[in-house]
C-alpha cells in the first residue's frame, strides 16, 4: 500500500504505528480499517507480536508457493492469515485453504470507492443510532411526565381528603360546644328556681303560713343524645385479635378493606388473608378487600379476628 493511505488512516484518527501496522498486515484500505476496529483493543505490543507469527506463516506459506487463502464455504480470496481470521471472525466460516492464485492490488478508483461505501455506510448508521436516541428520549420524558402526573394526582386526592376531615373535625367541634353550652344553661334554670321555691317556703314558715304546695319536679335538661348514625361516622374504631394479641386502629370510614389489611400486616409482621366478625357472623376474605369500612357496616366500631 501507499503513503497516501497510511496518511488518510492517520487523518481519520487512528494511532500511527497501528496504522502502519494494518498498512503492512492488509493489501488495501478498506480492510486496514476493518482490521484497525478489530484489534482497537489491543495493544501494539500485542499486535507486533501477533505480527511476528504471521510473518513465520508466511514464509512458510511462500515455501509452499501459497499466494493466498480461500474460503471454501463462501469463495472469497484472502492475501494471508490476519484477512482470513478477520473474515472468519465476521462470517463465522472456519474451512479455508491455500491457493496460488495471486490477488491483485486495488486501484486507486477501486480504493476511493472502497473509502466513500465506508463513508456512507458509516453515515447511516450514525443516522439511525441518532433516530432511535430522539425515539428513546422521548419515550422516557413521556413516562416521565405521566409519572409526575399521577404523583401529583395523588398528593391532590390526600389533600381533599385532609381538608373533608379537618371540616367535618370543625363541625363535630362546634357541635359539641353547642351542646355543651345547653348543659349549661339548662343547669343554671333548674338552680335558679330551685333558689326560688327555697326563698318562697322559708317566708311562708316566718308568717307561719302554710308552705306552698311543691310543684311538679322540673324536669332536668336532658343532655343532647350522643347517639347519631352510622352514615354520620367519619371514623371507625376497630380491635383486631392477632396471634400476637389485641391491636385498636382508628380509620376514616371510606378506607377500604385492603387498606386496612396493609396496615394490619406492617403491625404484626405478617399477611393478612382475611378478617372474621363474630356478630353477626360474618368472614371478609380478599373478595371483600376492595370495599370500604362503611359498606361493610363496620361503623362506627368492630371487632374482628385476623387471618
Given at each position: 500500500?501507499s503513503?497516501?493511505?497510511?496518511?488518510q488512516?492517520?487523518?481519520?484518527?487512528?494511532?500511527k504505528?497501528?496504522?502502519?501496522?494494518?498498512?503492512?498486515?492488509?493489501?488495501?484500505?478498506t480492510?486496514?480499517?476493518?482490521w484497525?476496529?478489530k484489534?482497537?483493543?489491543k495493544?501494539?505490543?500485542?499486535l507486533?507480536?501477533?505480527?511476528?507469527?504471521?510473518?513465520?506463516?508466511?514464509?512458510?506459506?511462500?515455501?509452499?508457493q501459497?499466494?493466498?487463502?480461500?474460503?471454501?464455504e463462501?469463495?472469497?480470496?484472502?492475501r494471508?492469515?490476519?484477512?482470513?481470521?478477520?473474515?472468519?471472525s465476521?462470517?463465522?466460516?472456519?474451512d479455508?485453504?491455500?491457493?496460488?492464485?495471486?490477488?491483485?492490488?486495488?486501484?486507486?478508483?477501486e480504493?476511493?470507492?472502497?473509502?466513500?461505501?465506508?463513508?456512507q455506510?458509516l453515515?447511516?448508521?450514525?443516522?439511525?443510532l441518532?433516530e432511535?436516541?430522539?425515539i428513546?428520549?422521548?419515550?422516557?420524558?413521556?413516562?416521565?411526565?405521566?409519572?409526575?402526573?399521577?404523583?401529583e394526582?395523588?398528593?391532590?386526592q390526600?389533600k381533599?381528603?385532609e381538608?373533608?376531615k379537618e371540616?367535618?373535625?370543625k363541625?363535630?367541634?362546634?357541635?359539641?360546644d353547642?351542646?355543651?353550652?345547653?348543659?349549661?344553661?339548662a343547669r343554671?334554670?333548674?338552680?335558679k328556681?330551685?333558689?326560688?321555691?327555697?326563698?318562697?317556703?322559708?317566708k311562708?314558715e316566718?308568717?307561719?303560713?302554710?308552705p306552698?304546695?311543691?310543684?311538679?319536679a322540673?324536669p332536668?335538661?336532658?343532655?343532647?343524645?350522643?347517639?347519631?348514625?352510622?352514615?354520620?361516622?367519619?371514623?371507625?374504631?376497630?380491635?383486631?385479635?392477632?396471634?400476637?394479641?389485641?391491636?385498636?386502629?382508628?380509620?376514616p370510614?371510606?378506607t377500604?378493606?385492603?387498606?386496612?389489611?396493609s396496615?394490619v400486616?406492617d403491625?404484626?409482621?405478617?399477611d393478612?388473608?382475611?378478617?372474621?366478625q363474630n356478630?353477626?357472623?360474618k368472614?371478609?376474605?380478599?373478595?371483600?378487600?376492595?370495599?370500604?369500612?362503611?359498606d361493610l357496616?363496620?361503623?362506627?366500631?368492630?371487632?374482628?379476628i385476623?387471618?
Open positions: 500500500m503513503t497516501t493511505d497510511l496518511d488512516l492517520i487523518d481519520m484518527g487512528f494511532d504505528e497501528k496504522s502502519e501496522l494494518a498498512v503492512k498486515k492488509t493489501g488495501n484500505l480492510e486496514a480499517i476493518d484497525l476496529d484489534n482497537a483493543d495493544s501494539i505490543e500485542e507486533k507480536e501477533e505480527e511476528s507469527k504471521a510473518a513465520e506463516e508466511k514464509s512458510a506459506e511462500a515455501a509452499a501459497a499466494q493466498s487463502l480461500v474460503c471454501n463462501c469463495g472469497k480470496k484472502m494471508g492469515v490476519a484477512e482470513a481470521e478477520f473474515h472468519a465476521k462470517s463465522g466460516h472456519s479455508f485453504s491455500e491457493s496460488t492464485d495471486e490477488i491483485k492490488p486495488l486501484t486507486e478508483e480504493k476511493k470507492q472502497k473509502l466513500e461505501d465506508l463513508r455506510k453515515a447511516a448508521k450514525r443516522a439511525v441518532s432511535q436516541d430522539k428513546d428520549a422521548k419515550r422516557n420524558e413521556q413516562i416521565s411526565r405521566k409519572k409526575t402526573k399521577e404523583s394526582d395523588i398528593k391532590e390526600l381533599v381528603k381538608q373533608i371540616a367535618e373535625k363541625r363535630r367541634e362546634k357541635q359539641d353547642i351542646d355543651a353550652k345547653k348543659r349549661i344553661q343554671i334554670a333548674a338552680d328556681e330551685e333558689r326560688r321555691l327555697k326563698a318562697e317556703r322559708e311562708a316566718r308568717a307561719g303560713q302554710a306552698p304546695p311543691m310543684p311538679a322540673v332536668q335538661a336532658a343532655a343532647p343524645s350522643t347517639s347519631k348514625p352510622a352514615s354520620a361516622y367519619t371514623e371507625t374504631r376497630i380491635r383486631f385479635q392477632t396471634p400476637s394479641g389485641n391491636v385498636m386502629k382508628t380509620f370510614v371510606d377500604t378493606l385492603f387498606e386496612v389489611a396496615a400486616a403491625e404484626i409482621g405478617q393478612v388473608e382475611s378478617f372474621t356478630f353477626p357472623r368472614t371478609f376474605d380478599k373478595e371483600f378487600f376492595g370495599e370500604t369500612l362503611k357496616k363496620l361503623v362506627p366500631s368492630a371487632s374482628l385476623v387471618r
